[in-house]
């Protein structure tokens, strides 16, 4: 039975943040195993995107201040999509609704 891959969500150029602290799993050998790379919310930007084979999902390479770090997309998020949840828990907050702003 083939697993169909999952289309990418994200696409090159975007800004995004990391969700979740990057540690090295060996990809940086002038780096402690399990060193941080990129701290949680950290922002980054896709350089390129590819598929994880055996997992048939996309992985972004993102650089973060220089450093290029492979992520999937549970480990980061468009920062478009962080400021709008922000404005909105804004709106929610003073009571002003969206019809309103």
């Known amino acids: 039975m ?5 289309e990418p969500a994200y696409q090159w150029g ?10 090295n799993d060996g990809t940086y050998p002038d780096m402690p195993d ?7 919310g950290s922002e980054g930007e896709i350089v390129q995107v590819g598929y994880h084979e055996e ?7 993102v650089e973060f201040d ?8 549970e480990e980061i998020m ?3 999509e962080l400021e709008a949840m922000v404005e909105q828990a ?4 003073t009571g002003t609704s969206a019809a309103a702003a």
């Open 2 to 6: 083939m697993i169909e891959t999952r």
């Open 14 to 23: 975007q800004l995004v943040l990391a969700l979740v602290d990057m540690v």
């Open 34 to 40: 399990d060193a941080v790379l990129v701290a949680q």
């Open 55 to 61: 997992g048939n999902q996309p992985v972004y390479m």
């Open 66 to 73: 220089g450093r290029v770090i492979g992520c999937l997309e």
């Open 78 to 80: 468009l920062r478009r």
């Open 90 to 93: 804004r709106k929610a907050a």
